[in-house]
Nanobody
């Protein structure tokens, strides 16, 4: 059972930055694909970014809406995955969730473990 704990959310003005962190309890953390998803009020939970290890190294994927502004990374020694968010927009306001999957996927249904979520609010 993998436990995930997010941190780093908060209130920021448009154009600002935040870095989210997700600490995992599992020592085999490095073998999991990790993802960030977000859910705005009244909307479905959506994919934001994923990171996974392949034979060619770490591979990342991003939603079109965050490409060039957000960066996902991981520190396997600390069992932690990060989401650096720059040039934030009001439409980025949502609860951000960290998730882990044994097999990589862009679909949230394929992620087995979830954190409790952290609120990000971007004011205009």
């Amino acid at each position: 059972q993998v436990q995930l704990v997010e941190s780093g959310g908060g209130l920021v003005q448009a154009g600002g930055s935040l870095r989210l962190a997700c600490a995992a309890s599992e020592r085999t953390f490095s073998s999991y694909a990790m993802g960030w998803f977000r859910q705005a009020p009244g909307k479905e939970r959506d994919f934001v970014a994923t990171i996974r290890f392949t034979i060619v190294g770490e591979v990342t994927n991003y939603a079109d809406s965050v490409k060039g502004r957000f960066t996902i990374s991981r520190d396997n020694a600390k069992n932690t995955v990060y989401l650096q968010m720059n040039s934030l927009k009001p439409e980025d306001t949502a609860v951000y969730y960290c998730a882990a999957a044994k097999s990589w996927s862009l679909n949230l249904q394929d992620y087995n473990y979830w954190g409790q979520g952290t609120q990000v609010t971007v004011s205009s």
